[in-house]
């Protein structure tokens, strides 16, 4: 239950951003990205570790690409 709490958290965080003039037009694309691979990690029941690691790792470049790229 924690977990899903969590996710809920980051997404609405990450949705907000998207909601106010925080994140650039061609930043937004990859935040709307990392939303949809949460809420994908989200929908699995039992993931394994190795299947955390990589939502986490595809996550974590969607939004290093995001705010890097200018």
Excluded: H, T
């Excluded at 949809?36 to 039992?46: D, G, H, I, P, V």
Aim: glycine share 2%; with cysteine; aromatic share 8%.
């Amino acid at each position: 239950m924690k977990r899903n709490k969590d996710l809920n958290a980051c997404i609405a965080e990450l949705q907000a951003m998207l909601c106010g003039n925080v994140v650039e037009p061609e930043q937004r694309k990859y935040v709307e990205q990392a939303v949809e691979l949460l809420r994908r990690f989200r929908r699995k029941a039992n993931p394994s570790p190795a299947i955390a690691y990589r939502f986490v790792r595809q996550i974590a470049e969607q939004l290093v690409e995001a705010y890097l790229r200018k």
